[in-house]
């Protein structure tokens, strides 16, 4: 499978933006899908995920209420709606997704459980 992030670039405090993340060459349907997000100098972190059941979804605790994570199992698209951006939100996102036992699985909030990595667009958030 292969990953597509786009939608990036420079954003004002307090503004929005949505990245869009694009797989091809394999089942997406049969996949979690994670955003991640790597500032400079520092590791990358969980943002969000959102399990095969598109009901199933997890936040991490600075992004809970301000992003929202989707799919589009159609278009092999996933979405990261990113609100209220706050300068602490500057980074690079990725995209990954990996697979979980069943349907009803909650997706995972570990890098490592993620098989397949996009190339990550870059959100820059000025004051």
């Known amino acids: 499978v292969q990953l597509q992030a786009s939608g990036g670039g420079l954003v004002q405090a307090g503004g929005s933006v949505r990245l869009t993340c694009t797989a091809s060459?394999?089942?997406?349907?049969?996949?979690?899908v994670g955003w991640f997000r790597q500032a400079p100098g520092k590791e990358r972190d969980f943002v969000t995920a959102?399990?095969?059941?598109?009901?199933?979804?997890t936040y991490g605790a600075s992004v809970k209420g301000r992003f929202t994570i989707s799919r589009d199992n159609a278009k092999n698209t996933a979405y990261l709606q990113m609100s209220s951006l706050q300068t602490e939100d500057t980074a690079v996102y990725y995209c990954?997704?990996?697979?979980?036992?069943?349907?009803?699985?909650?997706?995972?909030?570990?890098?490592?459980?993620?098989?397949?990595w996009g190339q990550g667009t870059l959100v820059t958030v000025s004051s």
């Open positions: 990954a997704a990996g697979r979980v036992p069943n349907y009803n699985s909650a997706p995972h909030t570990d890098k490592a459980k993620y098989d397949y």
């Open positions: 959102i399990g095969r059941n598109t009901a199933i979804t």
């Open positions: 060459g394999g089942t997406f349907s049969d996949l979690a």
